[in-house]
């Protein structure tokens, strides 16, 4: 086992992957899986057990390796058939090229439930056209919704304009009497 995981490590520092940076630290350009989603996991697979932090390191610098090797060795079976694009079917290949055949299996299941789940998506997000009314007429209700809120919108303006023009006459009858008077100092009572 010891010679798989010596050999996988030189093939990736052959393909332009560095080991580590200065006192084992990961260069800050290497990318790995968020510490925040490797501690949920942690957290949900061991609920009851304490995790050390250089423990938790561990299992994330290994996480990082192995997706590290196979996306590599994906990429190198992709492009021997010359295609462009990593498909599944490289990546099983892959875990059975590297001797990691026994997870096969499980990573045929993670891609089918992500397959359903991308389908559930595909369809919820087709409900308007499943809703059985022509894209037309879904076109022509929208306008005569705007048409009445536009209506309505004008109807409330009018509606302002007069409340306003008799809060400023003050609701005196301006102009009956003739002299458009009221008492001095503008009040408006009769006396």
């Given amino acids: 086992m010891e010679s798989e995981f010596s050999s996988s490590s030189s093939k990736r520092d052959r393909d332009g992957g560095s080991k580590d940076g200065?006192?084992?630290?990961?260069?800050?350009?290497?990318?790995?899986?968020?510490?925040?989603?490797?501690?949920?996991?942690?957290?949900e697979l061991l609920p009851?057990?304490?995790?050390?932090?250089?423990?938790?390191?561990?299992?994330?610098?290994?996480?990082?390796?192995?997706?590290?090797?196979i996306s590599s060795e994906s990429n190198d079976i992709c492009n021997q058939q010359q295609k462009k694009t990593i498909s599944a079917e490289h990546v099983l290949v892959a875990l059975e090229k590297l001797g990691y055949g026994d997870f096969r299996k499980d990573a045929e299941e993670v891609l089918t439930e992500c397959k359903e789940?991308?389908?559930k998506r595909?369809?919820?997000?087709?409900?308007?056209?499943?809703?059985?009314?022509?894209?037309?007429?879904?076109?022509?209700?929208?306008?005569?919704?705007?048409?009445?809120?536009?209506?309505?919108?004008?109807?409330?303006?009018?509606?302002?304009?007069?409340?306003?023009?008799?809060?400023?006459?003050?609701?005196?009858?301006?102009?009956?009497?003739?002299?458009?008077g009221g008492a001095p100092g503008g009040d408006c009572c009769i006396g």
């Fill in 22 to 43: 200065p006192l084992g630290e990961q260069p800050d350009d290497e990318l790995t899986i968020p510490r925040a989603a490797m501690n949920k996991m942690i957290k």
């Fill in 48 to 69: 009851n057990i304490r995790v050390a932090n250089e423990a938790r390191e561990l299992v994330l610098n290994c996480c990082t390796e192995f997706i590290h090797l």
């Fill in 117 to 119: 789940t991308a389908a």
């Fill in 122 to 180: 595909r369809r919820q997000s087709t409900r308007l056209e499943n809703l059985g009314i022509p894209e037309e007429e879904l076109l022509r209700q929208q306008q005569e919704l705007f048409a009445k809120a536009r209506e309505a919108a004008v109807l409330q303006e009018r509606q302002q304009g007069e409340r306003e023009n008799t809060e400023n006459s003050g609701g005196c009858g301006e102009g009956v009497g003739g002299g458009g």
